[in-house]
């Protein structure tokens, strides 16, 4: 009887333990063929990528599209990143335990997970109040506690927190904003893809050392506008 017990328990647990995260496979391959496929190969942004439950993440009526090489609508005319642009602008902004993010964008909360999962605490701003309430839920019921999530434009970014060593913005807009270059820590990076906010536009980069700016302009992408709450 005793035995009978213990087998059931362990293979209660092994169906437990293999129904927590039926998308495990699919998170694996997608790493594999779209993002290192692809020339990323920082250990913490692949870690990462492979360990946050993207399928959390999406509406729950297209979970079986989550892992695939594109990126998704979540509602409100907002979407989640393609992975391979969520890793490629986590890989840029060089996290590691010690820094400090700021995200503009929060959408889904995914690309603010993965961040979270190296540096030590993500501040996240999100203009459709909707969207940042849901994504708050979503991140503490995941448990990211050192994800600091708040409704507003993140034109201005969060002053009280700043310097940042990082800053990614996950919106498009024609400028880069002035009080996000100013609230970039010294050796600090910014992401954000800056050209026309309707068509497409470039992903750039810019660096701050010893008060100096620099702009790398990397690769095309098309981003949702950028948006500014009416005042
Ligand atoms: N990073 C998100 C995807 C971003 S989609 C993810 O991982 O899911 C871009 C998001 O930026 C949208 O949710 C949009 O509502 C938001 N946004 C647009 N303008 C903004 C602004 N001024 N401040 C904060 N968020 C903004």
């Excluded at 087998?7 to 995260?21: E, M, R, T, V």
């Excluded at 694996?28 to 870690?47: C, F, N, W, Y």
């Excluded at 979540?74 to 902004?93: D, N």
Aim: avoid cysteine; aromatic fraction near 8%.
């Amino acid at each position: 009887m005793r035995l009978f017990a213990l087998i059931f328990l362990s293979f209660s647990g092994w169906i437990f333990h293999n129904q927590k995260d039926p998308f495990e496979t699919a998170r694996l391959k997608m790493v594999e063929d779209q993002i290192i496929a692809r020339g990323i190969s920082d250990p913490a942004t692949l870690k990462a990528m492979r360990k946050v439950p993207r399928h959390l993440f999406v509406p729950a009526a297209s979970i079986s599209e989550a892992y695939t090489d594109g990126p998704m609508i979540i509602g409100y005319g907002q979407t989640i990143s393609q992975p391979f642009i969520v890793a490629y602008m986590t890989e840029l902004s060089q996290p590691e335990r010690g820094k400090k993010a700021l995200e503009i964008g929060t959408g889904s909360g995914y690309q603010a997970a993965v961040l979270a999962e190296i540096v030590d605490t993500v501040y996240t701003i999100e203009i459709v109040p909707e969207l940042a309430r849901e994504s708050a839920d979503r991140l503490t019921r995941l448990g990211y506690k050192n994800i600091v999530p708040k409704y507003g434009d993140g034109y201005k970014g969060w002053p009280e927190h700043a310097p940042f060593d990082i800053i990614l913005v996950t919106a498009a807009a024609d400028h880069i904003p002035q009080p996000l270059i100013d609230q970039l820590a010294e050796g600090g990076r910014l992401v954000m893809p800056v050209g026309n906010p309707a068509t497409v536009q470039e992903l750039i980069l810019v660096t701050k050392r010893k008060g100096k700016i620099t702009e790398t302009r990397l690769v095309p992408v098309r981003f949702v506008p950028l948006r500014r709450l009416k005042k």
